[in-house]
């Protein structure tokens, strides 16, 4: 058994959470600027581009992301394609992140009036103006809230890249716990970090809430 202090076990998931919070980061964006691909897909008024994203949608909802994780960092190498615990970790958030974004946001874009849509046609506005010009400014401020909420979810998620060998915060806690034998205090700890690094977000996104909520009452 090795001697680790406190000091020592703070330290290394500290370390190990920059992982956890840069994971995060690039499936948020990876999958935002991908969620707002499928968004415009999913308004068009094109049939097969709409059933498209519905079957991406639900393919990635409706499968545990674990599975998805096997997936790619087991299931490519099968097809000759060898991936690390990083590359696989970040793909699969990253769709996983955009599956639900889209989702979120085309709730928000289906929560304007369709009148909004009818003012524009009548300026003469094209489809994509419509969307740039009237709707999307006016989605973007419903789907802020939700959005941020999202983010938490995705930050608690990458605790499940540990399965792959993917090391963060997670996973350093079970690599020390395993060499300390002091699983209450190494996961106490790495508990209070998630809740750490989560509760500003879900503070932050109650409070837009609240706020868009007063906007709307007035």
């Known amino acids: 058994m090795i001697e680790f202090t406190l000091w020592d076990i703070a330290r290394n998931l500290l370390l190990a959470a920059r992982w956890t919070v840069l994971l995060s980061l690039i499936a948020f964006v990876g999958g935002g600027i991908v969620g707002l691909l499928l968004l415009a897909m999913r308004v068009s008024p094109l049939p097969w581009l709409r059933r498209i994203v519905v079957l991406y949608v639900e393919l990635f909802q409706g499968t545990p992301l674990l599975m998805q994780l096997f997936l790619a960092f087991f299931g490519l190498p099968l097809l000759g394609v060898d991936v690390s615990p990083w590359v696989a970790a970040t793909v699969t958030l990253t769709l996983y992140t955009s599956a639900y974004l889209a989702d979120i946001w085309r709730g928000c874009v289906e929560a304007i009036p369709r009148g909004q849509w009818a003012a524009g046609a009548s300026l003469g506005m094209t489809f994509g103006q419509q969307l740039r010009y009237i709707v999307w400014p006016q989605a973007l ?41 002091r699983p209450f205090p190494i996961y106490g700890m790495v508990a209070l970090l998630y809740f750490a690094m989560c509760f500003p977000l879900t503070w932050y996104a109650r409070v837009l809430e609240r706020k868009q909520k007063v906007g709307q009452h007035r």
Request: aromatic share 8%.
């Open 141 to 181: 401020k419903i789907a802020v809230a939700p959005t941020v909420g999202f983010l938490v979810q995705v930050v608690k998620s990458t605790a499940l890249t540990s399965i792959i060998g993917f090391i963060e915060l997670t996973k350093t806690g079970t690599m020390i716990t395993n060499a300390a034998f």
